[in-house]
Nanobody
Framework: QVQLVESGGGLVQAGDSLRLSCAAS????????MGWFRQGPGKEREFVAG????????GYIDSVKGRFTISRDNAKNTVYLQMNSLKPEDTAVYYC???????????????????WGQGTQVTVSS
């Protein structure tokens, strides 16, 4: 089992920045890609960003490209999501997740992720 704990969410104004963190514990996540997803009110959960184990590959949805940056520190078993120039449409609960198979690239389908955190709320006011 892998336990994931997200932190860093909050209430901010449009244009502000936040940095989300996701700390993994329990079974090792060595070799596994990880991702950030979000679910807004009345919406389905959507992929936001993903990163491979070695950080050599990253992927983003179009709406956050140039504003969000995913990174990871494998020594700390932690993945981050730096969010700049936040917009009201970024308001959602943000989740981190671990891909279900090792050595994978960037997966956009939430069904391919095996472990999930409890989520952290991000609210952006206009």
């Amino acid at each position: 089992q892998v336990q994931l704990v997200e932190s860093g969410g909050g209430l901010v104004q449009a244009g502000d920045s936040l940095r989300l963190s996701c700390a993994a514990s329990g079974r090792t996540v060595t070799g596994y890609s990880m991702g950030w997803f979000r679910q807004g009110p009345g919406k389905e959960r959507e992929f936001v960003a993903g990163i491979s184990w070695g950080s050599d590959r990253t992927g983003y949805i179009d709406s956050v490209k140039g504003r969000f940056t995913i990174s990871r520190d494998n020594a700390k078993n932690t993945v981050y999501l730096q969010m700049n120039s936040l917009k009201p449409e970024d308001t959602a609960v943000y989740y981190c997740a671990v891909l279900g198979v090792p050595g994978g690239g960037i997966a956009y389908d939430p069904g391919l992720y095996q472990y999930w955190g409890q989520g952290t709320q991000v609210t952006v006011s206009s």
